[in-house]
Structures are given as structure tokens and as C-alpha cells.
């Protein structure tokens, strides 16, 4: 319940400088993959999806937008489990 409270109040109460829970310097040490699907909502502004996308060594970004039509949403999840194949962790 400690690691809980402590990590609603930083996402909450002490708002990193960047998105909500953490700082533009910890994101470019981000050394996991990740897969930004951009937006463009109060919450998830395009902007800032981009800009993650940017610092993060291993970003990959899908298409925008992809929630307009089925077809993009298609996209989206084939390319989301692409994505998901090559980053399969190996094995110790």
C-alpha cells in the first residue's frame, strides 16, 4: 500500500515536468522498447506522444490517427503484435 500511495502521489500531486509520472531525462533512458500509439485527447496530447517518441532510444511509433476507421485499427493491432513478436524477451 506504500509503493501505491507513493506512486499516486507522485503521479498525481508532484507532477514530473513532462507527463505525469516522469521526467523528459528519464524517458531518454527509457532502454526498453516501446510502442507509442499517438493521440490527441486532453490526457494524451499528440504533442507529447511525439515528443516521448523522440527522446526514447528504442521508440516506435504507429500510424495516426488509428482510431478513425476499422482499417486503421486493424493496423494498429497487426502492428502492435509485430512489434510484440520482436521484442519477445530472451529466455536465461
Given at each position: 500500500?506504500?509503493?501505491?500511495?507513493?506512486f499516486l502521489t507522485s503521479m498525481y500531486t508532484n507532477r514530473a515536468d513532462f507527463?505525469?509520472?516522469v521526467s523528459r531525462d528519464f524517458v531518454r533512458t527509457i532502454k526498453t522498447p516501446l510502442l507509442?500509439?499517438?493521440?490527441?485527447?486532453p490526457a494524451h496530447p499528440y504533442k507529447l506522444a511525439m515528443e516521448a517518441a523522440?527522446?526514447?532510444p528504442k521508440a516506435e511509433v504507429t500510424i495516426y490517427p488509428?482510431?478513425?476507421?476499422?482499417?486503421?485499427?486493424?493496423e494498429?493491432?497487426?502492428?502492435?503484435?509485430?512489434?510484440?513478436?520482436?521484442h519477445v524477451p530472451a529466455r536465461a
Open positions: 500500500m506504500e509503493m501505491v500511495h507513493d507527463v505525469f509520472a507509442i500509439a499517438p493521440d490527441d485527447v523522440r527522446l526514447a488509428w482510431k478513425d476507421s476499422p482499417e486503421h485499427v486493424d494498429i493491432v497487426e502492428h502492435a503484435r509485430r512489434f510484440l513478436k520482436a
